[in-house]
């Protein structure tokens, strides 16, 4: 399949970038690793007059500490993610689903920002980001903006993206001492597309000493289940934002959990399958 014909631009800063969004509004889109916008430009679903490269924007790419929180430019790769240091120490759910996303292949070319900003909702990494409470930086030629990840998603190909924006930054708040980030997910999967997909617990539980349950756990009462391909949009399972105790807290949160899961979900297939 051809590419439909399109004018190329390369700017160097991100006030470059803005300036020409600016001036094509909805004619142009932004080009980061690609993984979807080339597909979509394929298969005639998108037709912008103008495409706008970020690869030349080296002040979108790197990972910081910053105080409190994890900053993560636009263009670092989901393959990036999955070694940093940075991330395998402080952010290890983000890390997980980094690893799971796609083929090493597409790994080496999607971005944190075009995961996000795609708006699909099979992404991997946006159900952890989201439980670690992270923001999205939106930069244009008017100023920038900070927009909770929770708040972004609008639908299915729908985010508070506004077409002469652009994503620069991901801000993740660094885990605390007592908070457990978990490292995997609960999920089922169809040939190449999650169908459904939710996160452990990622705020803090405290640990529990005593005779009768020397190793218990007690879950702290914010417990953040964020689910992926569920719905619409992603979203909490509010009711098990509760306080739980239990002895063995790696086996009974999948199924306190399943039937929150199930009546809470909205999938748009027709006949979701669960893997429990």
Request: glycine content about 8%; proline content about 11%.
């Amino acid at each position: 399949m051809l590419l439909p014909k399109f004018d190329f631009h390369e700017p160097t800063s991100v006030d470059e970038a803005c300036e020409i969004l600016a001036t094509f509004g909805p004619k142009a889109k932004v080009l980061a690793g690609g993984t979807d916008l080339m597909v979509n430009l394929k298969k005639k679903i998108l037709a912008p007059e103008n495409l706008v490269c970020l690869s030349r924007i080296d002040s979108l790419h790197g990972i910081v500490e910053e105080k409190d929180q994890i900053v993560i430019g636009g263009r670092y790769t989901v393959a990036e993610l999955t070694v940093d240091p940075l991330v395998e120490k402080k952010l290890g759910a983000l890390r997980s689903g980094a690893r799971a996303l796609g083929s090493p292949l597409v790994r080496n070319r999607a971005t944190i920002a075009g995961n996000i900003g795609s708006a699909r909702p099979a992404a991997d990494l946006p159900p952890s980001l989201i439980a670690y409470g992270a923001t999205v930086i939106l930069v244009s030629s008017q100023g920038k903006r900070e927009v909770p990840l929770g708040d972004f998603f609008k639908g299915p190909g729908f985010t508070e993206l506004r077409p002469e924006e652009v994503l620069t930054e991901v801000r993740v708040p660094v885990p605390t001492a007592g908070q457990a980030p978990a490292t995997s997910t609960w999920a089922c999967a169809r040939p190449r597309i999650a169908t459904w997909s939710m996160w452990p617990p990622i705020l803090p539980w405290t640990r529990r000493t005593g005779p009768s349950k020397p190793h218990g756990l007690s879950w702290g009462r914010w417990a953040r289940h964020p689910c992926g391909p569920a719905g619409p949009k992603r979203h909490w399972l509010v009711r098990s934002r509760t306080r739980r105790s239990f002895s063995r807290p790696e086996k009974r949160p999948a199924r306190t959990a399943s039937p929150l899961m199930t009546s809470g979900a909205q999938p748009a297939i027709a006949r979701p399958w669960w893997g429990f």
